[in-house]
């Protein structure tokens, strides 16, 4: 007699779908558009990659050897001399601080494994929020929890689903200036979560990657600033990425940064899995670390691109909630995101449903400022008229 197999149970399985496939049909109506369509859906870049960083990927292409998953000293140097000209890391930082990482994307994924969380542990992330910290703590079978970040620096456990939560929580996700509201922590509020999340053992990660995009706010604190950390960077991670600031997506060049303690552990995962950045790509990040005038001059061309647009958003009849800094336009038209997204696809214009964002998006869209000025032009001159 033979006997079925046991249904194996597969990681996928614990994943939702993937959001973005739910916009075939708006992607469709919108490309059917006479001149064509402006995809303000996904923040991918569109500018050139900065002459500085495509030269020094091609002096490094010669690269015949394995990497260091730890990365260069001059990548590892250019790292905490950054991190010290714009995000107010103390002096104190230095190479033993910082690890290069895969872009962005892999970490915030792949942190809960590496951190060793599991089933019975819970993640907590914004409540309207990027969705990878979510898949993050599914992929490891872990209670993804999100929770009003405002709140909870106010309230403390209150701001919970349930108070009793805070027990099993191990890791907790900071992202200001957010993905998608653009909506920016103040230091204070940061400080006052960091202090919760220390009394209960809490490991803190702020995913900071629009930071050098501020638009209404004078500054943008990171969990590195000792007004935030009281001089002591225990139990913090920054994540940081220059896919925005320096139209680096393609070379998937990001890092982290903070406790050597919790960085080393990292490091020590990440070696045996071998998630070492290509040799080039750490010359090329080094180059884009040193390159503030890149960062400035893209920084003015989304600022110009972000005062056309939202101007012709409210002409539509949009209203704009937060966005105080980076990419996205949190956007609302008096009606569900599925409706608006549907109306704006009929200009040829298509933009992501805040419904991917959490349940408190459902009646807001997101709308991105990477389009190259003349498609930013084209779908200003269609709202407008609309």
């Known amino acids: 007699m033979v006997t079925a197999p046991h249904p194996r149970r597969t990681l996928a399985s614990r994943l939702p779908e993937f959001p973005w496939d739910s916009l075939a049909s708006a992607r469709e109506l919108a490309a059917s558009h006479a001149d064509g369509i402006v995809d303000l859906s996904v923040g991918t870049p569109v500018d050139p990659t900065p002459v500085s960083v495509q030269q020094a990927l091609a002096d490094a292409a010669d690269s015949h050897g394995y990497p260091t998953t730890i990365g260069t000293p001059a990548l590892r140097e250019g790292i905490v001399s950054f991190l010290q000209r714009h995000r107010a890391a103390p002096s104190e930082l230095d190479v033993q601080h910082v690890l290069p990482t895969i872009g962005s994307k892999e970490l915030v994924a792949h942190l809960p494994f590496q951190l060793g969380l599991g089933p019975g542990d819970a993640v907590a992330f914004p409540h309207v929020a990027y969705p990878t910290y979510d898949i993050g703590a599914r992929l490891v079978g872990a209670q993804p929890l999100p929770v009003d970040m405002v709140r909870l620096a106010a309230e403390g456990e209150a701001a919970l689903p349930d108070p009793s939560l805070a027990s099993r ?130 920084r003015e061309t989304y600022r110009a691109r972000r005062a056309l647009l939202s101007g012709a958003l409210r002409d539509a009849g949009g209203e704009i909630h937060g966005s105080d800094a980076g990419l996205y336009l ?49 779908a200003a001159r269609r709202l407008q008229r609309h």
């Open 169 to 298: 929580i191990r890791l907790l996700w900071l992202n200001s200036p957010s993905n998608p509201t653009g909506a920016v922590l103040e230091a204070d509020q940061i400080a006052a979560i960091v202090r919760w999340a220390r009394e209960r053992g809490i490991v803190v990660a702020s995913d900071e990657c629009y930071a050098l995009l501020p638009w209404t706010v004078d500054e943008v604190p990171s969990v590195l600033d000792p007004r935030v950390n009281e001089g002591s960077l225990s139990g913090l991670l920054c994540v940081y990425s220059l896919s925005k600031q320096s139209n680096l997506a393609g070379y998937r060049a990001a890092f982290v940064a903070g406790d050597p303690a919790l960085v080393g552990e990292l490091l020590a995962v990440r070696k045996q899995a071998g998630m070492m950045i290509p040799g080039p790509i750490q010359a090329a990040m080094a180059a884009a670390l040193d390159d503030d005038g890149a960062v400035a001059a893209q």
């Open 330 to 378: 949190w956007t609302t038209f008096r009606e569900d995101c599925a409706t608006s997204v549907r109306a704006l696809a009929g200009l040829g214009i298509l933009v992501a449903p805040g419904m991917f964002y959490g349940e408190a998006g459902g009646t807001f869209v997101r709308v991105a400022l990477t389009a190259t000025d003349e498609r930013i032009a084209a």
